[in-house]
């Protein structure tokens, strides 16, 4: 009887050291679970550990992600973690799609936090999936590894919506209150300003040629037609000398 009593109480130990175990998975998790971008664009993805209650000290994740349609622009931890840089333990390879990063938790983390943000660049049209690799792991006080399961994203890549091109501003006819040429007018505008412009240039050289005809005129009456204003300033004296002795002539007849 004692011996069935010893196996029991062992029976009862091992369950709940395994529901133990299974009460303390340490869970990883991706936010956003599913992307939606265009291509050109860039996002980022939030990794979160939740140890739940279960310290853990040291997280190492290998994530996976299509190389041909993304590429890792960057990475950084949250707060408190202490990277680890060794070979195989830190790694960003945008040619093959893997992101390894590792860190330890000072004083081990027991409650949900970020692990660390990535910024993703979305290289092209598609459709592709993010997830965390079998090697990834979550070490307990006992390097015992504490992880449970491999969490997934899902990324769908679009074109870029076209451009829209502006239509045209209509245009506006401004009226005017000019009158409008009809076919009865015989000139526009401008031909009458011309003409008025040269009739303005005729009529000053009209003037010294009625000037010089005037002058001409009066030469002529005074020269008798020879041409010489001397000549007919004599011819004058000697008409009015004549004029004279002919009117003096009259007068001395009337006396007798």
């Known amino acids: 009887m004692n011996k069935n009593i010893l196996r029991i109480s062992l029976a009862i130990l091992m369950g709940l050291f395994l529901a133990g175990s299974v009460l303390a998975a340490t869970n990883l998790s991706f936010s956003p679970a599913s992307v939606n971008v265009t291509s050109g664009e860039t996002f980022n993805m939030v990794v979160s550990v939740n140890p739940q209650e279960v310290k853990n000290y040291t997280v190492k994740t290998e994530i996976e992600f299509p190389a041909d349609l993304l590429e890792i622009k960057s990475f950084s931890f949250g707060s408190n973690w202490i990277p680890l840089s060794q070979s195989g333990y830190d790694l960003i390879d945008n040619t093959n799609g893997l992101l390894i990063k590792t860190a330890g938790y000072p004083g081990g983390l027991s409650s949900i936090a970020t692990f660390g943000t ?95 005809s005037l002058l001409a005129s009066i030469g002529n009456l005074v020269s008798f037609g020879t041409g010489n204003v001397l000549i007919g300033i004599i011819v004058s004296i000697i008409a009015l000398l004549i004029l004279f002795f002919v009117i003096k002539g009259i007068r001395l007849r009337k006396s007798k």
């Open 118 to 212: 990535i910024s993703f660049s979305a290289k092209k049209n598609g459709t592709g999936t993010i997830s965390a690799g079998n090697n990834s792991f979550a070490l307990d006080a006992t390097n015992q590894n504490l992880l449970s399961g491999t969490p997934q994203a899902s990324v769908v890549i679009t074109a870029p919506a076209p451009a829209e091109t502006p239509a045209p501003a209509p245009s506006v006819v401004t009226p005017t209150s000019e009158k409008p040429i009809t076919p009865e007018d015989d000139t526009t505008p401008a031909e009458e300003d011309i003409e008025e412009k040269i009739i303005a240039e005729e009529e000053p050289e009209q003037q010294p040629e009625e000037a010089s």
